[in-house]
């Protein structure tokens, strides 16, 4: 009615409502609920855009849970579905690109472990330890991301970039975590795929001397290491670690700026909306926040780990 007024502006507002059924009183609050609408907008626009100038690839869900404060400081009244339609109205949804690059060889020699976190419930921190290895693009080709994640917490303990697949890069990630959870003895889990960096003499010797129990994904089945796969896609679509960066300097500044932001900043679902850092602090079982759709995912809310539950918790309605 507005665009009919513009451009017709000889024609008086009742005319207009009496051609299509409406009173002028009906046109009036229209006018000024769209007003009200468009202004309450451009608020909730601008607070969305200052918190992706941190964290760019921030999900929905996410980003509704760090906003909600500041809407009710506002007196704005918004449900994450309306933040949903307007995302998508103003162009602001994230849009993720699924891409899985392969960098696992589980065709050596060395001996293949049992998976041993079939089952597994999880009370505290530096009980499950999940690693696994991610690709980054700079100039000259590729260079190689190797990450130890708490499970319990989901919180990076160790990461190490490294410009090849050697074993080394898992190493150092691994030896950050040790150095910096110093984990009970016989009290850990290492879980990982059967690539030939994690089966190694080095890396098998390493969790050896520290009496950590080893774990391995069967042959075949991505979603027994899953959190580890969430992780690197978070960091990846979340946090631009999958642009092509200059080189490896620049590639391990941008990492390390990454983990700082996605272990401090980022809440979880699976976490009741702590972040990483928080939830590292806790024992006990953390609630959920998502619905299961499938009969195999966990039934009890915790964080429970089972040889099909853990892939589908980590795959069930994202954002």
């Known amino acids: 009615m507005n665009l009919l007024t513009e451009l017709h502006p000889h024609i008086g507002v009742g005319q207009f409502c009496t051609v299509f059924g409406k009173?002028?009183?009906a046109w009036y609050y229209a006018t000024r609920t769209q007003a009200e609408q468009e202004m309450t907008d451009s608020i909730v626009v601008k607070m969305v855009k200052e918190i992706r100038e941190?964290?760019?690839r921030l999900g929905t869900r996410k980003l509704y849970y760090l906003l909600e404060p500041q809407l009710q400081a506002h007196g704005i009244k918004m449900g994450r579905d309306a933040l949903f339609d307007m995302l998508e109205r103003y162009d602001l949804l994230i849009?993720?690109?699924r891409r899985r690059a392969i960098t696992t060889d589980s065709n050596h020699p060395y001996r293949k472990y049992d998976n041993l976190i079939q089952h597994l419930i999880l009370t505290g921190k530096n009980q499950l330890w999940v690693s696994d290895i991610t690709y980054l693009r700079v100039s000259e080709g590729f260079c190689y991301l190797?990450?130890?994640t708490d499970a319990f917490s989901r919180k990076i303990v160790g990461y190490r970039l490294w410009p090849n697949l050697a074993a080394r890069g898992s190493i150092e990630a691994l030896n950050m975590a040790l150095n910096e959870q110093q984990p009970g003895r016989n009290m850990l889990i290492h879980h990982?795929?059967?690539?030939?960096?994690?089966?190694c003499s080095d890396y098998v010797g390493q969790l050896q001397n520290y009496q950590i129990n080893i774990s391995m994904s069967h042959k075949g089945d991505p979603y027994q290491n899953a959190i580890a796969e969430r992780v690197n896609g978070i960091l990846k679509h979340e946090y631009s670690l999958n642009k092509e960066f200059e080189d490896l300097v620049q590639?391990?500044?941008a990492v390390q700026a990454a983990v700082n932001l996605y272990n401090s900043r980022r809440p979880h679902d699976s976490l009741s909306y702590l972040t990483p850092d928080q939830a590292h602090e806790l024992t006990g079982i953390i609630k959920r926040n998502w619905r299961t759709y499938s009969k195999h995912i966990i039934k009890n809310q915790d964080l429970e780990v089972s040889n099909v539950g853990l892939g589908k918790?980590?795959?069930a309605k994202q954002d």
């Open 192 to 199: 990982s795929d059967r690539g030939v960096q994690y089966c």
């Open 95 to 97: 849009r993720h690109r």
């Open 313 to 315: 918790l980590c795959n």
């Open 251 to 253: 590639a391990t500044k």
């Open 23 to 25: 009173t002028r009183q």
């Open 54 to 56: 941190e964290q760019p």
């Open 146 to 148: 190797s990450l130890v």
